[in-house]
């Protein structure tokens, strides 16, 4: 495949500018097409997540590409979830026994703008921005923008078209209208929405709680989350239903409700946060979906990738992480078949859907564990012993969450498969008593590596494996 190709990228977003940062640095011509205005010039947050989690897979992208330090400036580590109860009473549970694994919080358009200047330092990589793509003719690999400052319709040709432009990606859309060939897709939403929120640096620029911690406020059927931005603020993030329980995001229509709720529900967060009632009424109420498709491409001529093609919800914090990581991967195969694109298409999807399957299913998993799960005796219990474990026998225990967030050479799905029997191994023998928290480490290792491995067999013979 002669490098002086020309690729079209749908979407600047992270995963676009990461893919063409990395393509641009393999050689190709690059014409990245994106529909927003550029973010360094403008503030397009609009309610959308201002901070993400960081963590490990998608380090490994950062790496690939040369800016590791770069990106490590953006980061605030975040060592454990603090879980704040209704008293205010405060609990630190840390994502690893192991002190030098933990996740960050990184800024959204931080990190945006870093890949994108460093794409733009390739003379073969070309950015546009305020150009929205109405559709695309896979079949002639083709694509219809609109400007939409001028609003002129126009038509841009490539080699090949990949689109990660996300949950309402274009392409997506062309594929699943045209009805050209058999294509499979499924948008699930939850019953909860999220709000955006903030609790605001102190007046001398200081946090006003635990810099390095994300904070959980869990509640059962809803929850408050908080993360640590660099000037000192919080991103708060309110997860509700829409319609159900006394409280739900269609009815706190009032100051007074909402603050009501939260002094009923949240109060050590709402004495952190004058700004409640402004930032709630300002900021949109966003869906919770999943997308799950395929085929991802069509021959050589079009990929879907990131969110286009697995859009999931942030409760594992592996949204952003996932599709750098789907840059690594398709870099991988680039280096195998590089010379086809149908096949280097084909080879990237059938290696990497599995994955991108288990980690949405994950993070719908997640979501109960953090707005209820965190705050159960029996968890607790769990969580424990799984610390203990990693702590002490280092080499030999990594829990679900470690298996997903830190081991990095290891695919989603076969970290959810060993992660669920390891769960259900520690928690069945937890509520038989054939183990508790004050037992000899060593004999829980070995009980719960037994217990794994039959589980772990059964769901095999079971054909869940």
Partial sequence: ?????????????????????????????????????DLRKTDISAGRSINLAFSDRGNKAMKLVGIEKQVEALCIPMNGRMIHDKEGNTFLSNYSGRDHEYINSISRGGLNALLLDEAEKHENVTIHFNKKCKSVDFENTTALFE???????????????????????????SYYLERKFLFSFSQNYLTHGYKELSILPTKTGDYKTYKNALHIWPRGDFMVIALPNLDGSFTVT???????????????????????FFQKEFPDALALMPNLVEDFFENPTAPLGTVKCSPWHYKGNTLLMGDSAHAIVPFYGQGMNASFEDVVEFDAVLDKFEGNWDTVFSEYEKTRKKDTDAIADLAIDNFHEMRDHVGQAIFQEKRKIEQALEKEFPNEYSSKYSLVTFNEHIGYREAMLRGRAQDKAILNMLADKIITVDSDLKVILDKVKKETEAILEDDKIAGLK
Avoid at 24 to 31: E, M, T
Avoid at 240 to 259: A, C, D, K, M, W
């Fill in 238 to 260: 309110l997860f509700l239903s829409y319609n159900q329980g006394e409280y739900n995001f269609n009815n706190l229509t009032t100051p007074e409700i909402v603050t009501e």
């Fill in 1 to 37: 495949m002669p490098n002086k190709q020309n690729i079209l990228i749908i979407g600047a977003g992270l995963c676009g500018s990461l893919l063409a940062l990395r393509l641009g640095q393999r050689g190709f011509n690059v014409n990245v097409y994106e529909m927003r205005p």
């Fill in 147 to 173: 400007d939409y400052i001028t609003k002129d319709k126009f038509i841009e040709d490539a080699d090949c078209i990949i689109a990660t432009d996300g949950a309402g990606s274009a392409l997506r859309k």
